[in-house]
């Protein structure tokens, strides 16, 4: 069964809670893809996996560079899987697939402030919500920055 966490940022940016994650996913030896809405900001992406902070990085590839397939997490801007990954990031607009084969958990992480991005969340959440072998779940962040489980 393909768990469905729908992540609504309220307290953090995308580029401040999104390597936190994807160090977590790392950290349980998980293979990462993260699909980008606007291929415009994979480009941006792929530098802030590289500089987030003075004493780590995240170990990443984008789709087209070479060698991206051996790389714990792939930065695409469409629905390939060069990585092999049974966990998918959703960031900048992507949508919830149609067919979750392979896929173990997918993280669809929106802009509470964005009008546009809660709407399509919301659309997301009703698509999932309808599909077999789906289970989906609500989080957002507490006081304290924690991330909480709602629904």
């Known amino acids: ?12 940016t995308l580029e401040e809670a999104l390597p936190t994650l994807l160090l977590r996913s790392l950290e349980r030896g998980w293979k990462v893809t993260v699909e980008v809405g606007d291929s415009e900001r994979l480009a ?3 530098d802030h996996l590289w500089t987030f902070a003075d004493d780590s990085f995240l170990p990443h590839g984008a789709a087209r560079e070479p060698g991206v397939e ?3 997490v792939a930065l695409v801007d469409g629905p390939e899987n060069p990585n092999g990954a049974s966990v998918r990031f959703l960031v900048y607009g992507a949508r919830v ?4 084969a ?5 993280v669809l992480m929106f802009d509470g402030a964005d009008d546009v991005a809660l709407a399509r969340a919301r659309e997301d959440w009703v698509k999932v919500k309808r599909m077999d072998g789906l289970v989906a779940t609500y989080w957002c962040q507490n006081d304290e920055g924690r991330w909480e ?3």
């Open 97 to 100: 697939p149609d067919d979750f």
């Open 44 to 46: 941006a992406l792929d």
């Open 102 to 106: 392979g896929l173990e958990r997918v």
């Open 1 to 12: 069964m393909t768990e469905v966490l729908f992540y609504h940022l309220q307290r953090q």
């Open 70 to 72: 051996l790389q714990p």
């Open 149 to 151: 489980k709602k629904a």
